[in-house]
């Protein structure tokens, strides 16, 4: 079974809108972390945003948040006020702290786009 | 500081050549990672250094052989690769292998011809 799952292989988005990626996870490790990358075609994976599963708040991190439903399984990326540089594909991933230690989960990602 | 760089950017090799793709972090992270990337898809998971000793191998064909000198230091040698073998390779590090985030360098795009 996929451990993460991005069901929006694209998107497009009009600048200076908001845009929401959706991701899925199943794990049955209790001590787990989201993370969501950004990636554009010059091909470095950029570290957007982290959520512990331990985190009582939705993290943010300037103009990107974390929708995090625990209960759903869900961690869906917001964006606010799109820009053209934030074109790109966007990996979902999660890390298991206990088990399966050092691996990190990916979805297959989204690509976004933004339209001027 | 968050940056973990790799040399070359872009390495060209025949089947028979033999190379070195260079990974460095100043971040004082314990746990080192290689990664290949083909287009379009996620990164797939290849080495896992922890404490400078080999924790994970993914089944990764022996063309491939990790080395990590010291701590900051990460190195994947090539030899004898296929031209399926062409792809990108991330470098990443973390604090340790638990939960962390992991910080990834630029990339190097391979290909073999």
């Known amino acids: 079974a996929q451990k993460i799952t991005q069901t929006q292989p694209g998107m497009f988005v009009q600048e200076k809108e908001a845009v929401t990626l959706d991701c899925t996870y199943d794990?049955?490790?209790?001590?787990?972390?989201l993370f969501w990358y950004k990636q554009p075609s010059s091909g470095e994976m950029i570290f957007l945003i982290y959520q512990g599963s331990y985190d009582q708040q939705n993290a943010t991190e300037g103009r990107y948040s974390l929708n995090f439903q625990k209960a759903r399984k869900s961690a869906n990326l917001v964006i606010s006020a799109s820009q053209l540089g934030d074109s790109a594909m966007y990996f979902c991933a999660m890390r298991e702290g206990d088990t399966n230690a050092g691996k990190s989960t990916f979805g297959d990602g989204t690509t976004l786009t933004v339209k001027p | 500081d968050t940056e973990v760089t790799q040399t070359p950017k872009h390495l060209v090799m025949g089947m028979t050549n033999k190379k070195s793709l260079k990974c460095e972090q100043h971040?004082?992270?314990?746990?080192m990672y290689w990664y290949k990337q083909k287009a379009k898809k996620p990164p797939e998971l290849m080495f896992v250094y922890s404490y400078e000793k080999l924790s994970i191998n993914e089944s990764v064909p022996s063309r491939f052989s990790p080395e990590c000198p010291n701590s900051s230091l990460l190195n994947l040698h090539l030899h004898a690769l296929q031209p399926e073998d062409s792809a990108l390779y991330l470098c990443?590090?973390?604090?340790?292998?638990?939960?962390?985030?992991?910080?990834f360098g630029p990339g190097t795009r391979l290909l073999v011809l």
């Open positions: 990443a590090s973390s604090q340790y292998t638990g939960g962390e985030t992991q910080y």
């Open positions: 794990t049955s490790d209790p001590s787990y972390g």
């Open positions: 971040m004082g992270h314990r746990a």
